[in-house]
């Protein structure tokens, strides 16, 4: 289930179900949306992106949606790995350089 | 292994002390970055060098400055820092083309404790 921390919201998903993490964001215009890995003690790690005049894209074992009319990302991972265990940021660039990070989501994978 | 490099790892530092971070890609990118990042936060955008000038400054105290010596490096120099200012300091580089569409490569960061 998903829970809101003092922090952190946490999804926890049981080993080899599909995780769905959901992001708002901020900017109409934004052309242009990024998810991220980070593993504790690591930099973020590009893991899927999507351009805005598209609403759909896979990757290995990833999907991401984008409803512009809401403003909503969505990140699906299937078959969710104890590796998958991670903080997931979803990423806006709103102007040139301008990357805006979302709060994030911790995903706990449970075996 | 990332493709960015960052050194060092850790640092402990008093608040009169200067020392710098360092960063150093070999992806041919043009654009590099300065990010912030507290516990249980996202990555905050600290500076922007595009073909090594300064692009963005999102108002950073002057005790932070940036140097981006040549295409593949990129300096932050501390100086009279704040127990606040304890973070990960993660560097970031990218195509610099506006209309590119590619994502940021991140190094694995400097965590960095004020005395």
């Known amino acids: 289930g998903e829970s809101v921390g003092l922090h952190l919201p946490t999804l926890s998903v049981q080993e080899g179900d599909n995780s769905i993490i959901n992001c708002a964001y901020s900017?109409?215009?934004?052309?242009?949306f990024i998810w991220y890995k980070q593993e504790s003690g690591k930099g973020p790690q590009f893991i899927i992106d999507?351009?805005?005049?598209?609403d759909k894209r896979q990757g290995q074992r990833v999907t991401v949606l984008l409803n512009k009319t809401v403003k909503h990302l969505s990140l699906q991972i299937a078959a969710t790995q104890p590796g998958d265990s991670a903080v997931y940021f979803c990423a806006e660039r709103g102007g040139t350089y301008k990357y805006i990070f979302g709060t994030g989501t911790r995903l706990k994978v449970l075996a | 292994d990332t493709e960015v490099t960052q050194t060092p790892k850790h640092l402990v530092m008093g608040m009169t002390n200067k020392k710098s971070l360092k960063c150093e890609q070999h992806m041919g990118h043009r654009a590099m970055y300065w990010y912030k990042q507290k516990a249980k936060k996202p990555p905050e955008l600290m500076f922007v060098?595009?073909?090594?000038?300064?692009?963005i400054n999102e108002s950073v105290p002057s005790r932070f400055s940036p140097e981006c010596p040549n295409s593949s490096l990129l300096n932050l120099h501390l100086h009279a820092l704040q127990p606040e200012d304890s973070a990960l300091y993660l560097c970031?580089?990218?195509?610099?083309?506006?209309?590119?569409?590619?994502?940021?490569?991140f190094g694995d960061g400097t965590r960095l404790s004020i005395l």
């Open positions: 060098y595009s073909y090594e000038k300064l692009s």
């Open positions: 900017n109409s215009a934004s052309d242009y």
């Open positions: 970031a580089s990218s195509q610099d083309r506006a209309d590119s569409n590619q994502p940021q490569h």
């Open positions: 999507i351009r805005s005049n598209m």
